[in-house]
């Protein structure tokens, strides 16, 4: 592989979003989450699902702050604002810039309460267009906090996010994105937020051409995508791409609002008897092969049409990045290494390994290969990120030039440790590291003598 500080390519576009912010509901759990969200350094936040993260708080969704349908949706008494404001604080206050999904969390429970179209779509739309004035105008002794995106409800493909059909839901967003539109001209609208996006182009296709049919506001196109393969989920942005400017958006910002590596069925990961096997710390959904997996599909995603990608979620359990007992896991570690190198924020040329023809057959059957990026700092300190997806022992090497000018510190994730420090040799300007039998992440950070 080869580095090159001298050769800039300009700033990264800082694609490390998260879903859901600290834990407000447990004011342990809320100190020891911060500290993490410190050390992955996200860019960006998405607020989808929160109460479900924050037990008994009333945040986010649209029934959380406008609890009485039948209510008198132009009266401030009859919103309540306060616990959203402070987990909205909280989120700003780390850096996050915020993505605010206008909708209702995910239902489990056997009867779905709220997952429903509303039953007035315009007042539904006035509902929306007060909470965005609260946020960014000062309404009912509100903040002008300049929110920027505004995300239409969230999988209406689901049924235990939307009992109706897509066309309702395309009216619900034509009747909201046009009031909002119209109010907030300043703000960005989004849609569709559809389910396995990319598995089913077909129905993006539908809610776009509606937009377009209907000369509807259309700001951020996005979709939610669950996977295994770095390919796929990286072509996935071209795709929509071309799709986008098809229907004459080209200006939309492209936004993935949920991924995850999940290499098993939705049935198997709630099932008591395969569930346990999700928290594998090797094949697992936070494991290291998820890590790998994650680190690789951020590093691809600098190289596409998309302008965030949310990473579903900051939380506990096989979507989090903490396990059960609020422990890191392979998952954090990952984050943590993709976080620390954006602090290195101007991206430098960095060309991967030129793979021998025995290795690239032997990788075939496998779900990625190498990436490496790497970005320096306005001292002139630089960091490198590498990440393998594959579980074969290679020594490898980094070309880098004037690295005798540099102080090195090469930290790994692997199978064995978490961001701990590696064995490397230098001569010259080659770094050499040997990569062990399985995945693995490292972060190389060069401090300038």
């Given amino acids: 592989m080869k580095v090159d500080f001298t050769k800039e390519l300009g700033d990264f576009k800082h694609l490390n979003c998260i879903n859901l912010g600290p834990v407000l509901s447990n004011v342990y759990t809320y100190e020891l989450t911060k500290a993490y969200y410190k050390k992955i350094n996200a860019a960006a936040v998405r607020l989808h699902d929160v109460p479900l ?6 945040l986010v969704d649209i029934h959380q702050i406008f609890s009485n ?8 008494r009859n919103y309540y604002f306060e616990q959203t404001d402070d987990y909205l604080k909280e989120c700003i206050d780390l850096g996050m810039e915020i993505c605010y999904r206008l909708g209702e969390s995910i239902e489990h429970s056997p009867k779905k309460y709220f997952a429903h179209p509303p039953k007035d779509f315009a007042k539904w739309a006035r509902i929306c267009s007060h909470i965005v004035a609260h946020y960014n105008d000062g309404w009912a ?3 002008h906090w300049n929110i920027k995106y505004w995300i239409v409800w969230c999988e209406p493909n689901e049924w235990k996010l939307w009992s109706g059909t897509a066309e309702e839901y395309f009216e619900l967003y034509k009747v909201t994105a046009t009031l909002l539109k119209k109010e907030h001209p300043e703000i960005k609208i989004g849609g569709p937020a559809w ?3 990319a598995n089913a182009p077909d129905k993006m296709e539908a809610f776009i051409r509606y937009c377009s049919e209907n000369k509807l506001p259309l700001d951020v196109f996005t979709w939610n995508q669950y996977h295994t393969l770095v390919p796929f989920m990286l072509n996935s942005a071209q795709l ?3 799709m986008a400017v098809k229907y004459g958006y080209p200006d939309a910002e492209l936004q993935i609002g949920e991924w995850h590596y999940v290499n098993r069925s939705w049935r198997a990961i709630k099932t008591p008897e395969t569930g ?3 928290m594998d710390p090797i094949y697992g959904m936070l494991g290291i092969e998820s890590a790998a997996y994650t680190t690789s599909v951020m590093m691809g995603f600098e190289d596409t049409p998309l302008s965030k990608a949310f990473f579903y979620t900051g939380n506990t359990g096989c979507f989090g990045m903490l396990d059960k007992d609020r422990n890191p896991t392979k998952l954090y570690y990952a984050l943590e290494a993709y976080g620390t190198l954006m602090r290195y924020p101007r991206r430098v040329f960095a060309e991967p390994d030129q793979l021998s023809p025995q290795l690239q057959h032997d990788l075939a059957s496998q779900k990625g290969d190498c990436m490496i990026l790497a970005g320096k700092n306005n001292a002139g300190d630089g960091a490198i990120l590498v990440s393998y997806m594959f579980s ?3 020594e490898f090497q980094i070309e880098i030039p004037g690295l005798d000018n540099y102080d090195v510190q090469v930290r790994v994730v692997d199978s064995a440790k978490n961001m701990d420090n590696a064995v490397y ?3 010259g300007n080659i770094l050499t590291i040997r990569k062990p039998s399985y995945c693995a992440i490292y972060l190389i950070e060069l401090t300038v003598k």
């Fill in 195 to 197: 389910g396995g996006g």
């Fill in 53 to 58: 993260f924050n037990p008994g708080m009333r």
């Fill in 392 to 394: 074969i022992d290679i």
């Fill in 425 to 427: 040799s230098k001569r």
């Fill in 69 to 76: 349908f039948d209510a008198d949706e132009n009266d401030e």
């Fill in 276 to 278: 346990p096997d999700v």
């Fill in 141 to 143: 002794n509100g903040f």
């Fill in 240 to 242: 929509f791409k071309d």
